[in-house]
């Protein structure tokens, strides 16, 4: 698991000052946020949510306490649970592909500014889609453009962090493929040079 452990060591290293190396676009953040259409009472994965980014947002459409935020960096939890303060948002430190989450316990799986440290995306998409509920929707969502994203991950200088062997964004159709192996369904696949924004739905079993 050494490369497990070089990507926690990168992500821990730079928790305290991430929010300054890396700049999020909230308008279009808010916008991801909203076209997913979370409705209150909806339990909501946020999977490597760093310092929380999301955390305010998804507080704002359903309780805090169906809100579940997990990293496997535990600074990056720290921090995260900082920013929060007193809320009852549960935080785990820990790797969304292997916690004993039970299955089809969420409504919603985001993973935001996260997938390209999967190296195995068609597992990690397996994984997700066993976690939704009948009719969850999982969500692969960056407020940046694929190109940029990648070109960061190339030049990141780091053990952790392979932008050419495995810490690249594939192209939409790439990712929708995934996800439709998997049995979800596409609902929204926006891959621009303004965001980029994959979502399908897991089917409802009669």
């Known amino acids: 698991m050494q490369e ?22 909230m308008a279009k953040v808010e916008l991801m946020i909203r076209l997913l259409n979370i409705k209150p009472g909806d339990r909501v994965l946020d999977v490597g949510t ?4 999301l955390l305010s947002l998804l507080a704002g ?30 935080f785990i430190h820990g790797d969304a592909l292997t916690y004993p989450f039970n299955p089809e316990t969420f409504d919603q799986v985001i993973c935001y500014s996260v997938f390209p440290h999967f190296e195995d995306k068609r597992g990690a998409a397996r994984r997700f889609g066993e976690l939704l509920k009948p009719g969850g ?22 053990p952790g962090i392979h932008g050419i ?19 979800l369904q596409a609902e929204i ?12 739905r897991k089917r409802w079993q009669s």
């Open 189 to 200: 696949m926006i891959d621009t040079s303004e965001l980029y924004m994959i979502c399908a």
């Open 61 to 90: 459409f359903t309780n805090p306490e169906d809100i579940t935020a997990i990293d496997i960096a535990e600074k990056m939890i720290e921090e995260a649970k900082r920013k929060a303060g007193d809320t009852k948002i549960t």
């Open 4 to 25: 497990y452990d070089e990507k926690t060591v990168f992500f821990n290293e730079r928790a305290e000052r991430w929010d300054e190396i890396s700049r999020h676009n």
């Open 137 to 158: 929707l999982l969500g692969i969502l960056h407020s940046d453009c694929r190109d940029k994203i990648n070109h960061v991950h190339i030049h990141a200088n780091h």
């Open 165 to 183: 062997k495995g810490d690249n964004l594939p192209s939409a159709d790439m990712v929708m493929n995934c996800m439709k192996d998997q049995g």
């Open 50 to 53: 760093g310092t929380g980014v």
